[in-house]
């Protein structure tokens, strides 16, 4: 599998930025701390120069992302535990009558994956609203609202440190090809394709921000442009717009086969839901 | 629904200099956006949050527009009895939260 060519640029090595500021001297500690079990059974070696958007961010916000008390994402994890155990639709079952907590673990993790009797992925959200329409008899959630990305949340933290896991199933094969070949090509008014930012160019700075290698470690995100949570569709539907393309349907295959492919990429980094991210 | 985290210690001793930190879920709509319709939309934040020990004041902050969503706010405080640490957060549209932790201090 193709990753990034160019190596990640920090504008200061890692002894200048400790000599410039003494209070960042933690900062390997505090790294070191937040990873070491996430890495612990991940197969990540040392020729690995896959690196998440976690580690292309400041100190501030790497302690922001890692403290569970200050990561606005925990906000929306809290309102999905209180969901999670609230009897919804004309079931009037709740997620906690059929699941247990423990046996969410991982499962975020390893999605988008392909349900029971259907031929075709879904994502994490996706999974929560056939959940909701087959067994809950409840109405859809919308795409990005607060509950379906609560619930999401809620669910995605229970993998959190995991390695990301995709499912050993041979049909998501097309799709993931699928899902390479959108990534591959050039679209919307600037002519670019994903490739071109996040694995030609990625490390390199756009309007001052770093370029990240795009893998999809710690979604939902609670993004500080957006002051919300949000999902990897909806920072899929941001590039999209970035570039200048039409963004596809909310309902659109495209942006499942896009995840199945980028979770693919980034198999055995480990999961950081809830992200935070600038 | 509870939507607020509060991280304080659990145990502190007498005179201790403390750090407290509380999120809280909020839009912090600023009242000079336009909606889809073009309208604004109407200003809705929170306008004070007040944190008390065992009932008296040890701090307050004034809320502007310009704060962004999910305020989070940090501040120290001398560890002098244990009890009660509320904080309390009213704002527009008749928003009041209030959330407390214990603590011990010896």
Request: with cysteine.
């Amino acid at each position: 599998m193709k990753v990034s060519r160019s190596k990640s640029q920090s504008p200061l090595t890692l002894p200048e930025r400790m000599r410039w500021r003494p209070a960042l001297a933690l900062l390997p500690v505090v790294f070191a701390a937040s990873f070491a079990m996430a890495q612990a059974g991940a197969d990540k070696s040392a020729s690995d120069t896959r690196r998440s958007g976690y580690q292309d961010m400041g100190a501030a916000l790497q302690k922001m992302q890692d403290d569970d008390t200050a990561n606005p994402g925990m906000l929306y994890v809290q309102l999905g535990e209180q969901l999670w155990a609230k009897p919804a639709g004309a079931a009037s079952k709740a997620c906690a009558d059929c699941h247990s907590v423990a046996d969410m673990k991982g499962v975020a993790a390893r999605y988008p994956a392909i349900p029971e009797n259907s031929d075709r992925p879904i994502d994490l959200e996706g999974r929560i609203q056939l959940c909701r329409a087959s067994h809950q008899q409840a109405e859809r959630l919308a795409p990005e609202s607060r509950d379906l990305l609560s619930l999401a949340a809620f669910v995605a933290r229970q993998s959190r440190g995991l390695p990301i896991a995709p499912p050993d199933d041979a049909r998501l094969a097309p799709f993931r090809s699928e899902g390479e070949a959108i990534y591959r090509r050039r679209q919307g008014q600037l002519n670019l394709s994903c490739a071109i930012c996040h694995d030609d160019n990625a490390g390199k700075k756009l309007a001052g921000v770093t370029i990240p290698q795009a893998h999809p470690t710690g979604y939902p995100i609670y993004r500080l442009e957006w002051q919300a949570l949000g999902s990897l569709k909806r920072r899929l539907r941001n590039c999209l717009v970035g570039i200048r393309a039409e963004a596809y349907p909310y309902e659109a295959v495209d942006y499942v086969a896009l995840e199945v492919f980028l979770m693919g990429r980034a198999k055995g980094m480990p999961f950081e839901a809830p992200g935070v991210r600038p | 629904m509870t939507n607020v985290l509060i991280n304080a210690p659990k145990a502190a001793k007498k005179g201790e200099v403390i750090e407290l930190k509380a999120l809280i879920l909020h839009p912090m709509e600023s009242g000079f956006r336009p909606g889809t319709n073009g309208t604004i939309i109407p200003r809705n934040i929170i306008e004070r949050v007040v944190a008390t020990w065992n009932g008296k004041e040890i701090f307050r902050m004034d809320f502007s527009p310009a704060i962004a969503a999910n305020p989070f706010v940090s501040f120290f405080a001398v560890a002098a009895e244990s009890g009660k640490i509320a904080f309390r957060w009213t704002g527009d549209e008749g928003f009041a939260v209030e959330e407390s932790v214990a603590i011990d201090v010896a």
